[in-house]
């Protein structure tokens, strides 16, 4: 029985990805492309491994031994969920990726001259949060409670916000190198981050750094696809990323010089070799079979989506609320009276078995699928503009993670840290640097709104940038020519404009009105 749903599913996999790619929103910035991926590993190429390997560690970790039955119910949910998702993603998400023509290099290297206070900032406070993980990484347990009854854990003699801010520094480092146009110089920052978050243990944090650098090269680069040597560069993280999540990035502070007498022990402990794929990071099918097994079998209720309330108790500090309750603040059942399925992740079709079964799974995953896709369709709507792009691809980024615990209380806990450099380079945008291009432009005496001035520099309008910016450029305009711009007129020096911004041919020898200009930057912003 096994054996026939497992085949089901590589056919299903093999279907959905047919259909994906005969649709024109086919390309690897939409969500589908990146559920796929994680379905095809965890549910599709590891079940595979766990027969071919006998996979059982977890079964007898956990406490629980599934039947057939019980292993099946998962493959069928787990297909369910993936139709579910691409139907429902790509019914909102339909358009196909359009690239800016514009180049945006003088856009960027002048925000980058006016974001380093902010990343100052930023990488500070993460240095101070991953440095502290180095010095307790051998001892962290004694800052970790668990309810014994419950099986539900948390943090004490430190805040969580402060263990998190370490998560801003792959997003720091990815942003860093998009405004230096991924130059050498710029990688050297998501390479320490990195080097630093593996090291103290970390591995989704800096896997979502390089994801998101990774697709803001390519989408710089206006490619729907990786080539060859991203998908190198993967590989080898993957090699490392299987490394440190084996020893918990020992074996880096080791190398560096920061390990004790914990390491000796722990290499020197011998035990059942491993089996490919049988890490608790990977483990999402022996968590969906425990699920099953135990709901509603053995806790007699469903959760009813009532677990979803603790999107509204999370954000409060345990400082601020001792009697802050650990996990969700109403709860159906204990799983933990069944088993120990100590850090489980239940993914995005096993949290929908929790809510409601089988019923819970397709709406769950529905759910899931309209809101990628409607941020997707954020995306397709102002992708000429390089503010929304960043913010997108940081937020793609982290869909691996929130696809694994299947929970929007993982999605909100990831953005607010991942989103603070992203914010941050808004606000160089639209603060630091409109005020610099105000004060270029003329001062008070323009008749074009900051709003749209932020909105054509975001677009990378020529016309709309000081002079200073990239100085020799044919597309800049002097500082008389600027002013000209913002008050309503082009002088002859701007090259043609073709008829974008209004239906009129606008040339050299023919200058437009404010109206046109404005026509032109909406038409820059939405595409």
């Not at 390997?53 to 970790?61: N, P, S």
């Not at 916000?161 to 997003?171: P, W």
């Not at 440190?244 to 390990?259: C, M, N, P, Y």
């Amino acid at each position: 029985m096994y054996a026939f749903w497992l085949t089901v599913s590589v056919a299903t996999v093999l279907v959905v990805t047919l259909v994906f790619s005969r649709h024109r929103a086919f390309n690897l910035f939409h969500p589908l492309a990146f559920y796929l991926m994680f379905h095809a590993i965890v549910f599709v190429i590891r079940p595979i491994f766990s027969v071919l390997y006998d996979f059982h560690g977890l079964y007898d970790a956990i406490g629980f031994w599934p039947n057939d039955w019980e292993r099946s119910q998962v493959l069928i949910c787990t297909n369910l969920g993936l139709v579910a998702f691409a139907a429902c993603s790509l019914s909102v998400g339909k358009e196909a990726v359009r690239f800016s023509t514009t180049d945006d290099g003088a856009f960027r290297l002048a925000l980058l001259k006016v974001y380093w206070l902010p990343a100052i900032i930023i990488g500070a406070l993460g240095l101070w949060s991953v440095i502290w993980l180095w010095s307790v990484a051998d001892d962290f347990g004694q800052f970790t409670v668990r309810n014994g009854g419950t099986g539900e854990g948390g943090l004490r003699g430190v805040s969580g916000y402060f263990l998190s801010m370490q998560t801003m520094l792959g997003i720091l480092g990815a942003v860093l190198a998009w405004l230096g146009r991924f130059r050498l110089w710029s990688l050297a920052p998501i390479a320490l981050f990195t080097l630093l978050q593996f090291g103290a243990g970390g591995r989704g944090q800096a896997v979502s750094g390089l994801t998101a650098l990774a697709l803001l090269y390519l989408f710089g680069r206006r490619k729907t696809w990786p080539n060859a040597s991203i998908v190198t560069l993967f590989l080898v993280a993957a090699v490392v990323f299987n490394t440190v999540q084996a020893d918990r990035g020992r074996g880096i502070r080791s190398l560096l010089g920061f390990e004790t007498e914990v390491v000796v022990k722990a290499t020197t402990t011998t035990g059942p070799k491993p089996k490919p794929l049988e890490t608790m990071d990977l483990a999402n099918m022996e968590f969906f079979e425990y699920l099953v097994w135990a709901i509603p079998k053995r806790t007699g209720s469903y959760d009813y989506f009532l677990s979803n309330l603790q999107i509204f108790t999370e954000p409060v500090p345990r400082a601020l609320w001792p009697g802050k309750p650990y996990g969700p603040p109403i709860k159906m059942f204990e799983l933990f009276r069944y088993g120990k399925a100590l850090g489980a992740t239940s993914s995005v079709p096993g949290a929908g078995w929790i809510q409601w079964g089988y019923a819970g799974v397709f709406i769950w995953s529905s759910l899931f699928g309209l809101f990628y896709g409607w941020i997707y369709k954020v995306f397709t709507r102002h992708h000429r503009n390089a503010l929304v792009a960043v913010a997108y691809m940081v937020f793609l980024s982290a869909s691996p993670v929130a696809f694994r615990d299947g929970a929007i209380v993982s999605i909100a806990k990831q953005m607010i840290f991942f989103m603070v450099p992203v914010l941050a380079l808004w606000f160089s945008a639209n603060v630091i640097l409109e005020k610099r291009s105000f004060s270029a432009a003329g001062g008070s005496g323009s008749t074009v709104s900051p709003f749209e001035r932020r909105r054509g520099l975001a677009a990378g309008d020529p016309r709309l940038r000081p002079a200073s910016w990239s100085a020799g450029s044919e597309n800049d305009l002097a500082p008389e020519a600027m002013a000209h711009t913002l008050s309503g007129r082009v002088e002859p020096r701007v090259p043609s404009l073709g008829s974008a911004a209004g239906g009129a041919e606008m040339t050299a020898d023919k200058p437009f009105t404010r109206s046109q200009l404005r026509r032109r930057i909406r038409a820059a912003d939405y595409g």
